[in-house]
């Protein structure tokens, strides 16, 4: 069972940036995809980008393709999520899953406890 443990989260301005981490243990950690999702106050969870276990397919929503990026380091099992231009509707519970490679959160098996960013006007 692969455990995750997300970190960087905060606060910051509109306009600024944060850069998530997620630590897996385990030994199959690195053949796991790995994904980020978020859950606004009072909106269900949602996909935000996800990164195969080779890190040679990235996938991110609309919404912030052109604003944040995922990558991983197997080598340290971490995987992290850059977050540039950061809008007050970013705000939320970010989390980090492990499973395959998709933007249904049925495809993920493990997750972790979240990280709660918070993006002020």
């Known amino acids: 069972q692969v455990q995750l443990v997300e970190s960087g989260g905060g606060t910051v301005q509109a306009g600024g940036s944060l850069r998530l981490s997620c630590a897996a243990s385990?030994?199959?950690?690195?053949?796991?995809?790995m994904a980020w999702f978020r859950q606004a106050p009072g909106k269900e969870r949602e996909f935000v980008a996800t990164i195969s276990w080779s890190g040679n397919r990235i996938y991110a929503t609309d919404s912030v393709k052109d604003r944040f990026t995922i990558s991983r380091d197997n080598a340290k099992n971490t995987v992290f999520l850059q977050m540039n231009s950061l809008r007050p509707e970013d705000t939320a519970v970010y989390y980090c899953?492990?499973?395959?490679?998709?933007?249904?959160?049925?495809?993920?098996?493990?997750w972790g406890q979240g990280t709660q960013v918070t993006v002020s006007s």
């Open positions: 385990g030994r199959t950690a690195s053949t796991y995809a």
């Open positions: 899953a492990a499973g395959l490679y998709s933007s249904r959160q049925s495809e993920y098996n493990a």
